[in-house]
């Protein structure tokens, strides 16, 4: 779980930062006619469907986007043929980065990937180079406000989840890949309003960085996250609060 508070204060930083709405509904478009294509277009026999289903309605899509993008997943309607790939490689001071992908074009995509690496003190690497400093987990954030930590730990272990922190102003939970949607489902059971529910890859070692080197690093991670089939970057960079400060207004 090494890197999971810093890892998760960055993921925060970027989602603040990231006001294009047509992004993230591009994204999670993507991901509704892949779930779709995958497991089928019923959420009630399709997991990840469902998860993608209330991650679309947690930032209002419409419901006609949601529907059109599943029939094109089940074939009801033509449309993109993607694939989820993944890339992986070293950023400025040995920062170790995995990258995951949505695509229709894998050529353009590895293209857009090593481009970026090699133009900001990077490198792509092979498949598996460090997949294995990364574990995939379930994280389940609930807003703070108003909540006892002790009940939201209880209902939360009673679902499932592997363990329950505080970090800023939620409680982030987290499971195993194969808990996730059971745990959100059992969550919202007891009454509790999901944030956000997603996998992401926590890791298992950590690189300390100066605040040149963060600031490095965070350009990538920002080149990474404006092309349009990067659904996730994870690093296991880890930096103190007054670094990320000083990296960020560099």
Known sequence: ??????????????????????????????????????????????PRL??????????????????????????????????????????????AYFVECTTDNNNRTVGEIRHAFSRNGGNMGTSGSVAFLFEQKGIISIEKKGLDEDEVMLAAIDAGADDVKAEGDVFEITTTREQLYAVRTGLEEAGYTIATAELQRLPATEVAVDAETAAANLKLMDRFEDLDDVTNVFTNMSMSDEVMSIAENM
Do not use: C
């Open 1 to 46: 779980m090494a890197g999971h508070s810093k890892w998760a204060n960055i993921k925060h930083r970027k989602a603040r930062q990231d006001a294009a709405r047509s992004k993230a509904f591009t994204k999670i478009i993507r991901e509704l006619t892949v779930s779709a294509r995958e497991g089928g277009g019923d959420p009630g026999a399709n």
């Open 50 to 95: 469902s998860l993608a289903i209330e991650n679309a309605k947690s930032v209002n899509m419409p419901k006609e986007n949601i529907e059109r993008a599943i029939k094109k997943g089940t074939g009801e309607l033509e449309g993109e043929s993607y694939e989820e790939v993944t890339f992986e490689g070293y950023g400025p001071g040995g920062v």
